[in-house]
Structure formats: C-alpha cells, structure tokens
C-alpha cells in the first residue's frame, strides 16, 4: 500500500509579512510542481477540500451546529459582537468575535439588553459561545449579502454593509443595536478596564446546513472555527497536532493561523519534508489562500535546474 498524502493549507503571503523562506524549503518550493490560478481567500481555500451541496456558504449554521448541536430546521446568522470606531471619513471595523476578549460575563450583560430588539423582529439571539452570537431566522427567510469579518476588518463600515431593499431592514437594526450597546453602562466599565467596547454586532454567514459535505481527504486537522465546523459536518475533523507527523490515511492540515514562517518551517514545513524523503509520505501540497497551490514529490530533487522560490506568494 502506498503512504498517505499530505496537504498543508497555508494563510496568504502578506499574513507572513516579510519573512524569507529557509534554504531547503525554498530548494523544495522551486523543484516543485505550481499550481496558480486557484480562486484566492479562506472560502475558496476551505472549499478545495470540503465541498458544500449544495454549493452555498452558511457558515452560521455550521458553525451552530458544531456549537450547540440545535442547527437543523432553522437558517441562522452570524451577529457577532464587535468593535467599531468613529473616524473623520465615517467609521471602522477594529475587531470582531474573539479578538474582542468577549467573555461569559459580557454575554449576560449585553444580550438581555439586545433581545427585545432582535426578538420583536422575529430573529431571537443567543450566544452559546462568548465570540459566537447567532440569529435563529425562518428556515425561508430572504437575506442580502453580507460581508465577512476578514474583509471588512479596518475599512470603511459602510463599504461593507448590506445593500439594496433587503438591506435596508438590517442596516436600520445595525444602527439600533449600535445604541442599545453604545449605551450600556457594561461597556462603560469594559473601557475602564482597559478593554475595547463592544459597540456593535457584525452579521455575517448567513444559510441553512447543507444536505452533505465531499471532502477530500480522509481527515481534516484545525483548529480555526469555520475549518473545524466543516470538517466536523463531514465526520472528519481532528485536533491540529503540535507538529507534522506522517499520517496513516490522507490527511489535510489547516495552518491558516499561523503567522510565524521560523516556527512554521521547525514544526511543520520541515519535518512533512524529511518525511517524504523518508518515504513514508506519498506526496505533500502546500495549498495556500493566495491561490497558489505546490506539490512536492520525491523525484523532484533531480531537477536540479530549477531556481529557489523565494515565497509562497505568486510572483
């Protein structure tokens, strides 16, 4: 039987900043077959590996349903709680979910005070997870497009609100919500503490569970939350180890948290190459969120024509 394969998924370039590749790795990226062209960002990336059917992207409701098991029957919401500060030209988005350091504690002051607002609207809101607040909708509901966090993070607000007559009804409940929280004394006490505030609620994700996911592999590793729901709706995900070892069935990894190169190199780029030289690993793709994909075989250390790569990104 032949080993197993491997694929590593990898954040965009820029998440890395400017921090150059070691000599072996980057002898193992030019020898390598590229791949290019691939449709960039974390969704594209996700769904290489774990396919949706039908082919739509409700990340709230698999992210309830890895939450609190209650997804089923219902189309649900992101309305994740964030931080948006004032700025000369309008507003910006600073931090959403976790970054905010929500806790048990803010849940129970805040989301009483927003339930009225939401619940008379016909959308209750509960948080099984301090980070994670959901909207229970009609399993029929019509909802606009939604900007995910990692797109809005640092622009302008109101480039990324909800547009058109669906967007009006949730563009007037984001302004409401903005008072309600903006004037809760709890956040008062947030900033006095040297915390940020929790001045707003971020909807995102929006759909129903799909009937089934494809996946790709035999099992998925992360820790990152939409990567861990999907997988988890697939029946394949695992914990992400410390470090790569070789696999005994194909195996994806998600390292799309990762933002130090040296560690990511001594713990994971390094050790899946010494154990395909070894071997013991049919083949390793690095698959990255710039669209840029690389498989590594044994039989490419003879190509010794070929230049070093200097990076993951494209060019």
């Not at 996911?213 to 990567?227: K, L, Y």
């Not at 861990?228 to 070892?245: D, K, N, S």
């Not at 083949?283 to 190509?303: C, K």
Request: glycine content about 8%; some cysteine; hydrophobic content about 45%.
């Amino acid at each position: 039987m032949s080993p197993a394969s491997a694929t590593l998924l990898l954040p965009a370039a820029r998440r890395l900043g400017a921090q150059a590749l070691s000599a072996s790795v980057a002898i193992a990226l030019g020898r390598s077959d590229v791949t290019e062209g691939l449709d960039a960002g974390r969704r594209a990336q996700l769904l290489r590996h774990l396919r949706l059917v039908p082919n739509h992207w409700p990340v709230a409701a698999l992210t309830r349903q890895l939450d609190a098991g209650d997804a089923a029957g219902s189309a649900w919401l992101r309305a994740d709680p964030c931080r948006v500060q004032p700025d000369i030209n309008g507003a910006r988005l600073l931090g959403v979910g976790e970054t905010l350091g929500v806790t048990d504690a803010d849940v129970a002051q805040l989301l009483p005070a927003l339930r009225p607002l939401f619940g008379d609207a016909g959308f209750p809101i509960d948080a099984p997870v301090p980070s994670r607040w959901y909207l229970r909708l009609p399993p029929g509901a019509k909802l606009p497009a939604f900007s995910e966090p990692d797109e809005a993070l640092g622009a302008d607000l109101f480039e990324h609100l909800a547009e058109g007559p669906e967007g009006r009804r949730w563009r007037s409940l984001l302004s409401e919500a903005q008072v309600v929280l903006h004037n809760h004394p709890w956040n008062a006490r947030r900033v006095a503490e040297g915390r940020p505030p929790i001045n707003s609620v971020w909807f995102w994700g929006g759909g129903v569970l799909p009937d089934h996911v494809q996946p790709s592999h035999a099992r998925f590793h992360s820790e990152e939350e939409v990567g861990t729901a999907i997988a988890a709706a697939a029946g394949i995900h695992r914990p992400l180890p410390v470090r790569f070892e070789a696999p005994d069935a194909d195996a994806a990894f998600d390292l799309v948290r990762a933002r130090d190169l040296a560690a990511l190199e001594r713990d994971w780029l390094q050790p899946a190459l010494a154990v395909l030289r070894a071997g013991q690993l049919g083949s390793l793709r690095l698959d990255t969120a710039d669209g840029v994909a690389f498989t590594i075989a044994r039989g490419q250390r003879w190509r010794f024509w070929r230049r070093p790569r200097p990076g993951f990104d494209p060019g």
